[in-house]
């Protein structure tokens, strides 16, 4: 879990100097999807919120990357699934 943790920060340290980059948008929302299997329940809601909106931005940059649109899919779809959102 540290490492998650870490990593989501920097991603945001990364997205801080380069916002518009739509691969660290998409890493970032992929962190967060991952860190909700392995957190509580209440907050791997918030993990998937938060995933969902990184997901978004990645996709509002970059709207032809269909690996934005695939992780999006995911994310969405376990959302309700998984989480009971």
Not at 6 to 19: E, V
Not at 37 to 64: F, G, H, N, Y
Request: hydrophobic share 45%.
């Amino acid at each position: 879990m540290y490492f998650l943790n870490h990593h989501s920060r920097c991603y945001g340290m990364a997205l801080k100097l380069q916002s518009d980059m739509s691969s660290l948008w998409h890493d970032l929302g992929v962190n967060y999807y991952v860190q909700t299997k392995v957190v509580e329940k209440v907050m791997a809601k918030v993990m998937a919120i938060k995933s969902l909106q990184a997901l978004r931005k990645a996709v509002t940059l970059d709207p032809s990357n269909h690996l934005h649109w695939t992780a999006l899919g995911v994310v969405a779809a376990s959302k309700g699934r998984d989480l009971r959102c």
